[in-house]
Protein backbone atom coordinates (compact mmCIF):
# COMPACT_ATOMS: atom_id res chain seq x y z
CA UNK A 1 0.00 0.00 0.00
CA UNK A 2 0.95 3.59 -0.82
CA UNK A 3 2.50 5.82 2.27
CA UNK A 4 2.27 9.80 3.13
CA UNK A 5 5.89 11.21 3.13
CA UNK A 6 6.04 13.17 6.49
CA UNK A 7 5.75 16.34 4.58
CA UNK A 8 2.38 14.67 3.32
CA UNK A 9 1.15 13.33 6.72
CA UNK A 10 1.79 16.80 8.89
CA UNK A 11 -0.33 18.59 5.33
CA UNK A 12 -2.98 15.79 5.63
CA UNK A 13 -3.48 16.37 9.73
CA UNK A 14 -3.62 20.24 8.66
CA UNK A 15 -6.60 19.80 6.11
CA UNK A 16 -8.20 17.09 8.61
CA UNK A 17 -8.23 20.25 11.32
CA UNK A 18 -10.22 22.46 9.33
CA UNK A 19 -14.25 21.98 10.34
CA UNK A 20 -15.94 23.56 6.77
CA UNK A 21 -18.26 21.81 4.05
CA UNK A 22 -15.93 23.64 1.80
CA UNK A 23 -12.61 22.82 0.10
CA UNK A 24 -10.70 26.18 -1.61
CA UNK A 25 -8.69 26.03 -4.24
CA UNK A 26 -4.75 25.19 -2.46
CA UNK A 27 -6.90 22.09 -0.46
CA UNK A 28 -7.97 21.00 -4.13
CA UNK A 29 -4.58 20.84 -4.97
CA UNK A 30 -3.51 19.00 -2.00
CA UNK A 31 -5.97 16.45 -2.60
CA UNK A 32 -5.30 15.95 -6.23
CA UNK A 33 -1.98 15.90 -5.77
CA UNK A 34 -1.63 13.09 -2.66
CA UNK A 35 -4.10 11.04 -4.47
CA UNK A 36 -2.55 10.73 -7.81
CA UNK A 37 0.42 9.82 -5.60
CA UNK A 38 -0.91 7.55 -3.96
CA UNK A 39 -3.38 5.76 -6.63
CA UNK A 40 -0.81 6.32 -9.17
CA UNK A 41 -2.87 8.38 -11.94
CA UNK A 42 -2.44 11.27 -13.85
CA UNK A 43 -2.69 14.75 -11.47
CA UNK A 44 -6.10 16.13 -12.24
CA UNK A 45 -8.68 18.55 -10.50
CA UNK A 46 -11.72 16.99 -10.87
CA UNK A 47 -14.62 19.56 -11.64
CA UNK A 48 -16.02 21.14 -8.15
CA UNK A 49 -19.74 21.30 -9.62
CA UNK A 50 -20.12 17.60 -7.86
CA UNK A 51 -19.10 17.10 -4.60
CA UNK A 52 -19.13 12.96 -4.90
CA UNK A 53 -15.31 12.55 -6.53
CA UNK A 54 -13.92 14.52 -3.68
CA UNK A 55 -15.66 13.05 -0.91
CA UNK A 56 -14.43 9.29 -2.84
CA UNK A 57 -11.04 10.67 -2.94
CA UNK A 58 -10.59 12.50 0.73
CA UNK A 59 -11.99 8.98 2.09
CA UNK A 60 -9.38 7.04 0.05
CA UNK A 61 -6.63 8.98 1.22
CA UNK A 62 -8.14 9.36 5.10
CA UNK A 63 -7.73 5.18 4.52
CA UNK A 64 -4.21 5.82 3.89
CA UNK A 65 -3.79 7.87 6.94
CA UNK A 66 -5.49 6.34 8.89
CA UNK A 67 -3.77 2.95 8.71
CA UNK A 68 -0.26 5.27 8.82
CA UNK A 69 -1.87 6.83 12.05
CA UNK A 70 -2.60 3.35 13.58
CA UNK A 71 0.78 1.95 12.75
CA UNK A 72 2.90 4.96 14.19
CA UNK A 73 1.29 4.06 17.83
Excluded: G
Amino acid sequence: MAKLSKEEYKQWTEFKSVNSTTIDISEQKLISNLHSKLFNHKYYVPCSCSPKIWNTWISDINTIYDNENRNST
